[in-house]
């Protein structure tokens, strides 16, 4: 049986970091895309355009910080606390997984974007959320970036999946 | 190497049908996977196991609207219909949700059943986890999802069942 569950793509941050990380041309070949990542940047935001899309993004979060649950709206394509910053613990870098079912439908797309960013100190962060892209056009690029003119640090890595329904 | 995350059966809605049944599930995986991305008509979207109304399923969840966080709890025993079937997951008439289960050794015969869910909608329900436990050591063979006041999933909903070798 073929392979149902494949990377597509990978990437290492390299020295210096990077401003941003692009996975284009995607195939359209799969049924759902997952996408793991392990990042750390000296600004804690996290965000994934679409196509290269900046609207159309609505999300609602649940969030933990070790003291309280919150909950929260999004408009804009990121959100804070996704990303290990420069402030929490040396070396240690966030979780997460963001997955997209059916993404080159002709339907907005809904998908979960998940992570888990740790720390030596009283207050760390876990977040769920739930987004929806509105907009009809199939992905076939992702671009990954915080939103601002700082880097994600080295060694952050982001890996593309495609899994198949048959 | 084999193929370990497999594809058993799916299912896309044609708009009328108030379930959607996965059945004669092979017992060679270790846990099953149900992906469902689109519509699943109504809030309350369920699954039963096995066509087992028995009073043998109970969950717990977290979930964030948007505005609040909150959590909740269906019993053992809390009565019909709450615990004749795994209600976990989210679900409205219209908007788009994507619920990922997973069923933890779903084909063992000497303990009950963990599912954990996570659930998105971003329109109104937001965010939401749940763990659940099928009280019986039964294995699954069948996989019944529906919603609360039986409506149809929208037509062009995905349902996928994957199987998960652990070797």
Redo the contacts between chains.
Sequence with gaps: ?????VKIASATVGSGGVASVTFSSIPQTF??LKILFSLRSPIDFLAMNINSVTTGY???????NGAA?????QVQPWHANMTNNNSFTANVFSNGEI?I??YT?G??????A?SVVENNASTAYIT?????FSNTAAITSLMFDTQTAVNISQFSSITLYG???? | MATTYEPIATQTANGSSSFHDFSSIPATYTDLVIIIGGSVGDSGPFLRFNSDSSALYSHTRLFGNGTSAGSGRFLRGAGAPNDTRMEIGLGSLSEIVTNIYHIMNYADTTTHKTILCRGSQAGVNGAYLAAGLYGSTNAISAIRLGNTNSNPYSSGTVMTLYGIKAA
């Design positions: 049986m073929a392979n149902t569950f049924t759902d609505t999300a609602r979060l649940l969030q933990g649950a919150s909950s929260y709206q997955y079912p059916n439908s339907t907005f797309k809904s998908y979960s998940d769920i959320g739930a987004w929806l899994i198949k329904k048959n």
